[in-house]
């Protein structure tokens, strides 16, 4: 299959929404499948363009197997409500150019990344003129965000933002998100049952995984043996709550087994080393590169998820699935009946959101419970194991899109049945009777890239 990608954020941005879906652009392009890919240069979590790219011309490279054209954008130094959106709104004007291109290329399917639904419009307009496939997969509820979270304030630009988008969900042939939850609330803006499929986050298990010995980063950040160390590795930024962790490690000061490490960047980073100011039980370090992840994790007695309360299921954080495959003990804050309550309750410890002292009191008992956090871990990684393959989330994707091509293929203007060809799916390639597939229509179809 032909598959387009389009989204904002991709490779070789470290943290979420990019790094599953190039994630995902390559385990697609591993199985047999010709994928391409229209996004912007890194520039998540720091909101700075990544040495090697600029911001304000195109791009086009190949990484690992996937043909990428990246547009220029608008990236605000300190990003506000407004800025969030002109930002978002500069990536779809500019990128309108390369998703045109890709007409002639004639993609199978489309699929847009949530953020930013501002590509929405694009995305069809290119599947209709192209006769593709259109899917929609939903990694933030950006718009529920930007006002429950207190982004954009305007009640009548919130009854607007949300008409604008219930009408672009209805119009896509798949709506995907990452929990069984946010995949209801896509139902709840109007989007038919039998459209929407839950794709959840994974996590490689091999490239993951618990590590016999202590984390050289012990040694690197001169951390003690003795130490038990609680770890913040992620985004920093509006949605995280991590001041609570913050306070947290200020109201545990005193312990001096203790020590905090936060590890990422963001727009709060600076608003959260002037709050850690004076405090000699936390480290701040900066991401670090893919490879060394395993390694960081590893560093961790106990990770912790903070979580704002009225965030709720409008986000599932993309770093739980590597701290469950670490098999480190995970303290998460979470309302019951939210996807992140009912991911961690079996195998970690859930405290209210917002709530400085009951993080303390869970950071304090598991440091002084060594048999728990190994319990913890164990379950946490058992879990990983068993359901976060990669693999089971993209057989999910590639058997629904395979049905949607064929009804896409298979009714022509008229809504007359036609012959139908086996999509190709990777692997050995079926006889050429079945596996024959649509002719280049045209030069730059035929031609390498």
Same mark, same amino acid.
């Given at each position: 299959?032909?598959?387009?990608?389009?989204?904002?954020?991709?490779?070789?941005?470290?943290?979420?929404?990019?790094?599953?879906?190039?994630?995902?652009?390559?385990?697609?392009?591993?199985?047999?499948?010709?994928?391409?890919?229209?996004?912007?240069?890194?520039?998540?979590?720091?909101?700075?363009?990544?040495?090697?790219?600029?911001?304000?011309?195109?791009?086009?490279?190949?990484?690992?197997?996937?043909?990428?054209?990246?547009?220029?954008?608008?990236?605000? *130094? !300190?990003?506000? =409500?407004?800025?969030?959106? $002109? /930002?978002?709104?500069? +990536?779809? &004007?500019?990128?309108?150019?390369? %998703?045109?291109?890709?007409?002639?290329?004639?993609?199978?399917?489309?699929?847009?990344?949530?953020?930013?639904?501002?590509?929405?419009?694009?995305?069809?307009?290119? *599947? !209709?003129?192209? =006769?593709?496939?259109?899917? $929609? /997969?939903?990694?933030? +509820?950006? &718009?529920?965000?930007?006002?429950? %979270?207190?982004?954009?304030?305007?009640?009548?630009?919130?009854?607007?933002?949300?008409?604008?988008?219930?009408?672009?969900?209805?119009?896509?042939?798949?709506?995907?998100?990452?929990?069984?939850?946010?995949?209801?609330?896509?139902?709840?803006?109007?989007?038919?049952?039998?459209?929407?499929?839950? %794709?959840?986050?994974?996590?490689?298990?091999?490239?993951?995984?618990?590590?016999?010995?202590?984390?050289?980063?012990?040694?690197?950040?001169?951390?003690?043996?003795?130490?038990?160390?609680?770890?913040?590795?992620?985004?920093?930024?509006?949605?995280?709550?991590?001041?609570?962790?913050?306070?947290?490690?200020?109201?545990?000061?005193?312990?001096?087994?203790?020590?905090?490490?936060?590890?990422?960047?963001?727009?709060?980073?600076?608003?959260?080393?002037?709050?850690?100011?004076?405090?000699?039980?936390?480290?701040?370090?900066?991401?670090?590169?893919?490879?060394?992840?395993?390694?960081?994790?590893?560093?961790?007695?106990?990770?912790?998820?903070?979580?704002?309360?009225?965030?709720?299921?409008?986000?599932?954080?993309?770093?739980?699935?590597?701290?469950?495959?670490?098999?480190?003990?995970?303290?998460?804050?979470?309302?019951?009946?939210?996807?992140?309550?009912?991911?961690?309750?079996?195998?970690?410890?859930?405290?209210?959101?917002?709530?400085?002292?009951?993080?303390?009191?869970?950071?304090?008992?598991?440091?002084?419970?060594?048999?728990?956090?190994?319990?913890?871990?164990?379950?946490?990684?058992?879990?990983?194991?068993?359901?976060?393959?990669?693999?089971?989330?993209?057989?999910?994707?590639?058997?629904?899109?395979?049905?949607?091509?064929?009804?896409?293929?298979?009714?022509?203007?008229?809504?007359?049945?036609?012959?139908?060809?086996?999509?190709?799916?990777?692997?050995?390639?079926?006889?050429?009777?079945?596996?024959?597939?649509?002719?280049?229509?045209?030069?730059?179809?035929?031609?390498?890239?």
């Amino acid at each position: 299959m032909k598959i387009l990608i389009y989204g904002i954020n991709y490779a070789p941005e470290l943290t979420g929404v990019g790094k599953y879906t190039a994630e995902m652009a390559v385990l697609l392009a591993r199985r047999g499948h010709e994928v391409r890919v229209v996004c912007a240069p890194p520039y998540y979590p720091e909101w700075r363009v990544a040495a090697d790219y600029v911001s304000w011309r195109y791009q086009h490279e190949t990484r690992d197997g996937v043909t990428i054209w990246r547009a220029p954008l608008w990236v605000p *130094a !300190r990003p506000s =409500g407004l800025k969030r959106m $002109l /930002h978002l709104a500069s +990536f779809a &004007v500019s990128s309108l150019p390369l %998703l045109a291109r890709q007409m002639l290329w004639r993609p199978d399917a489309a699929m847009l990344i949530a953020p930013t639904l501002m590509c929405a419009p694009a995305t069809l307009a290119l *599947a !209709r003129l192209a =006769g593709a496939s259109t899917w $929609l /997969h939903i990694q933030d +509820f950006e &718009v529920d965000a930007a006002f429950d %979270l207190g982004l954009l304030k305007s009640s009548l630009a919130a009854r607007v933002a949300r008409w604008i988008e219930s009408t672009l969900l209805r119009r896509f042939d798949t709506v995907s998100s990452i929990t069984p939850q946010m995949s209801a609330r896509a139902v709840v803006k109007g989007v038919k049952p039998s459209r929407v499929v839950c %794709l959840p986050n994974w996590v490689d298990v091999a490239t993951i995984f618990p590590l016999t010995r202590a984390s050289d980063y012990r040694r690197l950040l001169g951390i003690p043996a003795g130490q038990k160390v609680v770890l913040y590795s992620g985004n920093m930024g509006a949605k995280q709550g991590i001041e609570t962790l913050a306070d947290a490690a200020a109201s545990l000061a005193a312990r001096t087994d203790l020590t905090f490490v936060f590890c990422g960047s963001g727009a709060a980073k600076e608003s959260l080393l002037q709050r850690c100011a004076g405090l000699t039980n936390c480290v701040f370090i900066p991401l670090q590169p893919v490879e060394r992840l395993n390694e960081l994790l590893n560093l961790a007695d106990i990770h912790v998820l903070p979580q704002r309360g009225d965030a709720a299921d409008l986000v599932m954080p993309s770093k739980l699935t590597g701290m469950f495959a670490s098999g480190r003990a995970v303290v998460a804050m979470a309302r019951r009946g939210t996807a992140l309550y009912d991911a961690v309750v079996p195998r970690g410890v859930i405290v209210p959101p917002d709530n400085v002292k009951a993080l303390a009191a869970a950071i304090t008992v598991l440091a002084s419970d060594p048999e728990r956090r190994a319990a913890l871990g164990k379950a946490a990684r058992d879990y990983a194991e068993r359901a976060l393959s990669p693999e089971s989330t993209i057989g999910t994707f590639e058997a629904r899109l395979a049905t949607l091509i064929c009804d896409t293929c298979g009714t022509n203007a008229r809504g007359k049945h036609t012959n139908v060809e086996t999509p190709y799916f990777g692997g050995p390639r079926p006889s050429a009777t079945v596996a024959r597939r649509r002719k280049p229509a045209t030069t730059e179809e035929a031609a390498p890239d």
